[in-house]
């Protein structure tokens, strides 16, 4: 059992944490024919939109109401009604993503009320579905954000149908790239299972060209397939900030769930397939056998670089739990960990504490490791402690290829093996090479 501790600061130092509003917008960008909308200011989108693009190195649908300090002060429903109408006649979206901010939130704006509202007032917005995702920016994280999203999503859009026995409904939680996606997808796939992702980040991220520019995302989970949700016979949540959503489903519909914490390393991966295998009662593929079988061969050739080094992580905590399982079963030594908000799973960590801070803090803890692990806002304090970072979570901008990298299933965890294997090759190259120039 970890202590979970958080830093008497009256002031964030470097922050490591992204806005919830961040975090439903991605969401609610693995839907097609989305275009996600900011009650707040522009300031506020164009930060977020800086962000992902950044990290995905896509174009990035993003609006605003723009609210200006008079329309703060006196309310925010005409700007949202205008920007929601704009966005219909301009660009003719098939559902709108609607995402409070820090100032909407502060002011108290009756969004619900707002949207009951406007629909009165124009009968043409009865066919859009709106979907509303409180975020406010001054409390949670990115992973908050997500799962807000998801919940409102399954909670709002689903409708109640006859049982479709092969239907499975994945809820990918904000730890999982679009790459990682569709590593999942050919997995449940290749069981005879037919899969609904919400969100689907690997239809849309995935780094594919589109015919021409379009201002709504052009691929993703569509609103018929999220209507027929609520038809699934199972739901998969992957992380545990989807279990919200997963008990939302089965409330709503009766449909039983099982949540899995983690898709890197050996033993949840054959959990996961086992869990598939009942599911379809079908046998696990022998191309999956054979991948198991390279993993452990993999695992054989790295863990001599892995044992007693000393790894500090500042991830959310979704991605920290499963990160730090995995290394916990190569041998590797927790030295330090950070995260970005509360979970059920900090407590749970099997290391001695776990800190909920910046990056001012994780610099100070992370000192004496062999390794740091977090996005590419750790970069800086890797070049002043002398130590290798693995980049891991978001946003990461000074890497390619990010919307197709995958650390889940087999080939995933060998991806990570062999990315972070390398690095701890590489700094005992650097030490041997100093310990010669010594002598």
């Known amino acids: 059992m970890a202590i979970v501790t958080v830093p008497n600061k009256s002031v964030a130092v470097n922050p490591l944490k992204q806005s919830q509003a961040l975090g439903a917008s991605l969401a609610f960008l693995g839907l097609k024919g989305m275009i996600p909308l900011f009650h707040g200011s522009q300031g506020c989108t164009a930060f977020a939109k800086v962000v992902l693009v950044r990290h995905f190195r896509e174009a990035i649908p993003l609006a605003t109401t723009a609210m200006t300090e008079v329309t703060t002060i006196l309310g925010g429903e005409e700007n949202l009604e205008q920007a929601i109408l704009t966005l219909v006649e301009k660009v003719n ?27 009165k007032r124009h009968r043409e917005l009865d066919h859009l579905p709106i979907v509303f995702a409180p975020t406010p920016d001054f409390k949670g994280a990115l992973q908050d954000g997500f799962a807000a999203a998801v919940e409102s999503i399954v909670r709002e859009i689903p409708k109640a149908g006859g049982i479709r026995t092969e239907q499975v409904t994945i809820l990918a939680g904000s730890a999982f790239t679009p790459g990682d996606v569709q590593e999942i997808k050919e997995m449940v796939t290749a069981f005879g299972l037919v899969p609904i992702f919400v969100p689907n980040l690997g239809a849309s991220l995935d780094g594919h060209l589109e015919d021409g520019y379009s201002a709504i995302t052009a691929s993703g989970v569509t609103v018929k397939q999220l209507r027929e949700v609520g038809s699934s016979a199972f739901t998969i949540a992957l992380g545990e900030s989807m279990r919200g959503a997963a008990k939302i489903l089965e409330e709503r519909f009766g449909i039983p769930y099982e949540v ?33 079988r390279q993993l452990q061969d993999a695992m054989l050739d790295t863990h001599f670089y892995f044992g007693a080094k000393r790894v500090s992580l500042a991830l959310e905590p979704d991605l920290l739990w499963s990160t730090v399982n995995f290394l916990q079963s190569m041998g590797t030594q927790i030295h330090a960990a950070v995260t970005t908000t509360k979970s059920p799973l900090l407590e749970q960590l099997p290391i001695k ?22 996005n590419s806002n750790v970069g800086a304090i890797a070049k002043r402690l002398s130590m290798p970072l693995y980049r891991l979570g978001i946003p990461i901008y000074d890497r390619l290829g990010n919307g197709q990298f995958t650390k889940v299933g087999y080939r995933g965890t060998m991806e990570v093996l062999f990315g972070i294997g390398n690095l701890f090759l590489e700094a005992e190259e650097e030490r041997a090479k100093h310990f010669h120039g010594v002598l």
């Open 353 to 374: 504490s776990v800190t909920i801070g910046d990056l001012e803090d994780f610099e100070q803890l992370a000192v004496g490791s062999d390794l740091l692990i977090g």
């Open 260 to 292: 899995f914490g983690e898709l890197t390393g050996l033993e949840p991966v054959d959990e996961f397939l086992q869990a598939l295998a009942i599911l379809s009662s079908n046998s696990v593929p022998e191309k999956y056998r054979r991948q198991r």
């Open 93 to 119: 979206p098939e559902i709108i993503g609607l995402c409070s901010t820090g100032l909407t939130e502060t002011r108290g704006d009756d969004i619900d009320r707002f949207l009951k509202d406007i629909r």
